[in-house]
């Protein structure tokens, strides 16, 4: 390769420089330059722009932006920028005049502020990441366009009054601008700052998963054609064609011509504004949530002392993705978690926010993701070491669950980096270490070692939730057992013997179904079994008895009732049928006796005919030992209840075989269920094994002891 040095004389007397021969002036259609970007993947790729994209853009410049003589722009972006092109070139041949930055003042918010004003500088473009360091004082008479990134409502606040604010947008792919928004106002409704309209030789279109425009105020995928419309990728045909794609819309500047797909959510307000919403790749998935990141970005950034926020998903341990918080300004990210779990869902609240000086920054004036810091779960300052054995115990759990060195007494779970899942791993460590059954729950009253050594230490702790009828998992399983065998689950740990022995002298089902106990009728599935059987129901005297949790049997009623509000006709349906029919009970199948006094449950195992039990404390991912309680020891109250008094058909839902049926490969989160496992009619005289069923809600030995005792079925969703 030959290297040409333009400033030796040498060239120039050569006449390599200034060639005598007249050269031909471009075409509208001729490259113009390769700037390269890597937008949200990280892989650098050249985008090829014509001249005629340049000029389109140039042409005529936003009515509030002043051009001419007596003005003055600054070229703060590096050259590999696009926005160097406009700042350049809107400049120049509008008539204006250009500063440049030298590139050791663009790094420095305070240097580049004192030559803003000392250039008299009349129109700077930045990024929000960039003028969000940056003091309005002294730059009154000073345009601003911002783009590169959203911008938050805040930088609006600071730098819209008094002054003519414009926010931008547009990707390289679309040379530089694809639209603009009128002069911004502070205060924007819902915090919402618009990117405006179309720019006069483009067009814009929001389009759902079809290619179908979609309607106002309904999210859809930002489309861009017109004359701003890059050539497409250098060397990368098939990545070109997947987001250069044909424009079937008309119009003066899209017919037959092709549409940037650029990837990014948008909507349309009322007044015909485009809205930024994110990246429709930086949803991100975590404990099986789909999470939008600019939405707690937004909430985060709107919350006192935080002056910028940035919330991304970090992997720091293989396996363990969490939601990282970044914020300036001098709040307590303590606070802030807490203020951010009253505003939103506890999945979307940041395992850890930490505080920096400054937001770290690419040459290109964006927020810089990967020099984020990893953060530290910790504060050191309060730390206070464990001075019991149990406080020892509990902080080596803690330590181990979150990865960390160590642990403090004071210190919370959840402001360690814990949440849901960590905590149910917690637990499950906890109860093991101590022979406990403590709930999920109590790591969430009680987040820190020092709180919950008290409770396990307290003799009165109400938390400490034993098995009905003096059932635990240590009495099943044994104190010492790594793994859990369905054999150790028979029904004499259950059930007391005399009710075993005399069982099979109780009257036999003669056929007759006149009251029918269901469980779990405020699920999903239980709503419906409730309506079937209020349908088949028939005779004067035929009730459907529902036990539903509550402290009361009007409060129970109102809960069930609320499983169907969420249809009028749904809710008027089943208020027809239940008028007479329905009677509803406070109780818990995970209680002895059902949760009621001896006199009632004696009673009530005399009326009933038939069980239909459909509910389950339904948890993938809690272990075995949490699901024990409310699953396993309720399933064998219910058992009991079948054999006191009269023997009582006892059906349950199974939902193991169904998973069975199902090739793994085909049955993911985001599989068609209708193609995954189309209807089926399953043969009665299978036998359904419940090994499995709603996690460890049903167990065979279970079933198979009480065959032969009295008849159980087992129905499982075709």
């Known amino acids: 390769m030959q290297i040409v040095e333009v400033d030796d004389p040498a060239v120039e007397s050569a006449g390599l420089i200034y060639p005598t021969a007249d050269l031909l002036p471009p075409a509208a259609d001729d490259i113009a330059y390769l700037i390269y970007t890597s937008g949200t993947t990280g892989t650098p790729k050249g985008v090829a722009v014509t001249h005629g994209n340049v000029t389109q853009v140039l042409e005529r410049l936003h009515p509030d932006l002043p051009a001419g003589p007596g003005q003055v722009w600054s070229q703060w972006h590096s050259l590999v920028f696009d926005v160097s092109v406009w700042e350049i070139w809107g400049a120049l041949l509008h008539g204006s005049q250009l500063v440049i930055v030298p590139e050791a003042v663009a790094g420095s918010p305070d240097d580049l502020h004192d030559l803003l004003v000392a250039e008299g500088v009349t129109v700077l473009y930045q990024t929000p990441s960039a003028v969000g360091m ?155 949530y789909r999470i939008e990141l600019g939405e707690i970005q937004a909430a985060l950034a709107e919350l006192d002392g935080v002056t910028q ?76 070491a464990p001075g019991t054995p149990t406080e020892q115990t509990l902080a080596g759990i803690y330590a181990h669950v979150l990865g960390l060195e160590r642990v403090g007494i004071d210190d919370s779970f959840f402001d360690l980096g814990g949440d ?81 022995r005399t069982a099979r002298a109780l009257p036999r089902p003669n056929g007759q179904v006149q009251t029918v106990l269901l469980t779990g009728a405020t699920g999903f599935l239980g709503r419906y079994l409730l309506l079937d059987w209020l349908k088949r129901l028939r005779r004067v005297d ?78 993938s991912v809690l272990p075995y030992r949490e699901l024990f309680g409310p699953n396993v020891v309720g399933t064998a109250e219910l058992i009991r209840f079948a054999l006191t008094t009269k023997l009582k058909p006892y059906n349950f839902v199974s939902t193991s075989d169904v998973g069975r049926q199902i090739e793994p490969s085909k049955f993911t989160e985001d599989a068609d269920i209708r193609v995954a496992s189309p209807v089926r009619t399953v043969d009665a005289a299978t036998p359904m094994g419940t090994a499995t069923a709603n996690g460890p809600g049903r167990c065979c030995c279970v079933r198979r002891t009480i065959s032969a005792t009295c008849p159980l079925r087992c129905s499982a969703p075709a």
């Open 134 to 288: 940056l003091s309005p004082e002294g730059l009154e008479h000073t345009t601003l366009v911002v783009a590169g990134e959203a911008c938050p409502s805040e930088v609006v606040d600071r730098w819209a009054p008094g002054r003519v604010m414009i926010n931008a947008y547009g990707p390289t792919e679309a040379t530089i601008y694809g639209a603009m928004s009128a002069p911004l106002t502070p205060g924007a409704a819902g915090g919402a700052v618009p990117i405006g309209s179309p720019v006069p030789s483009g067009a814009t279109f929001v389009l759902d998963e079809w290619l179908r425009p979609v309607s106002r105020r309904v999210v859809g995928e930002l489309y861009l054609a017109g004359r701003g419309v890059g050539v497409g990728y250098l060397n990368r045909s098939g990545l070109t064609a997947s987001r250069f794609v044909a424009c079937p819309f008309g119009g003066q500047d899209a017919p037959g011509k092709v549409m940037y797909r650029t990837g990014d959510l948008v909507k349309w307000d009322d007044e015909g504004q485009l809205h930024y919403l994110g990246r429709a790749d930086e949803q991100v998935k975590i404990r099986g």
């Open 420 to 500: 849901s899942i960590s905590a149910m791993r917690a637990i499950a460590a906890i109860n093991t270490a101590f022979d406990a059954e403590l709930a999920v729950r109590t790591l969430f009253e009680k987040p820190s070692v020092a709180a919950l050594s008290l409770q396990l230490t307290s003799e009165t702790g109400t938390d400490v939730a034993a098995a009905p009828t003096g059932v635990s998992f240590t009495s099943v399983h044994g104190t010492e057992a790594g793994e859990v065998y369905a054999r150790d689950l028979t029904l004499d740990k259950f059930i007391d013997g005399t009710t075993l």
């Open 542 to 619: 035929d009730t459907v008895i529902c036990l539903v949790r509550a402290d009361s049997d009007e409060e129970a009623y109102r809960r069930l009732e609320a499983t169907f509000d969420t249809d009028p006709v749904l809710l008027r349906h089943f208020r027809e049928l239940a008028a007479e029919r329905l009677e509803v009970i406070a109780g818990d199948k995970g209680e002895p006796n059902l949760g009621l006094d001896e006199e009632r449950w004696r009673q009530l195992a005399e009326r009933v005919d038939l069980i239909v039990d459909s509910a389950a404390f339904v948890n």
């Open 309 to 384: 926020a940035a919330v991304v998903a970090r992997e720091d341990r293989p396996g363990d993705k969490r939601l990282v918080g970044y914020i300036t300004g001098n709040a307590d990210p303590t606070q802030l978690r807490k203020e951010l779990g009253e505003r939103l869902p506890a999945y979307m609240v940041p395992a850890a926010i930490v505080v920096l000086d400054v937001l770290p920054l690419t040459v290109n004036g964006k927020l810089d993701r990967r020099a984020l810091p990893a953060p530290g779960y910790r504060d050191g300052a309060r730390y206070r």
